[in-house]
């Protein structure tokens, strides 16, 4: 077992429940949405912790408020970014 098996970034959490919420009745296919995954995720700095309960503990609930709406902006972008792209190839 890895030392790195024991920790996550927590905004690879809060990306993937603003995705969900972004797309939720919409057919996006399986290729766009990892797209979007990844580019909403390499724009938000890392946020490593060992258990979610860390997060509870050691945030406010605005600081904690404050990473969502990080997630949902960079989902937002990513987006964006995605259209413009295709709109260009």
């Known amino acids: 077992m890895s030392l790195l098996d024991n920790i996550q ?14 797309v939720e009745g919409k057919n996006i296919s399986e290729d766009v949405l ?3 995954l990844c580019i ?20 406010s609930p605005t600081e904690r408020q404050e990473l969502s709406d990080k997630a949902i ?5 990513a987006f964006i970014f995605i259209d413009k792209t295709e709109r260009k190839g």
């Open 9 to 22: 970034n927590y905004y690879e959490t809060l990306v993937i429940e603003a995705l969900a919420k972004e």
């Open 34 to 36: 990892t797209d979007v």
């Open 40 to 59: 909403a995720i390499n724009h938000l700095p890392p946020r490593y912790i060992r258990h979610e309960v860390d997060m509870a503990y050691y945030t």
């Open 73 to 77: 902006k960079a989902v937002k972008d």
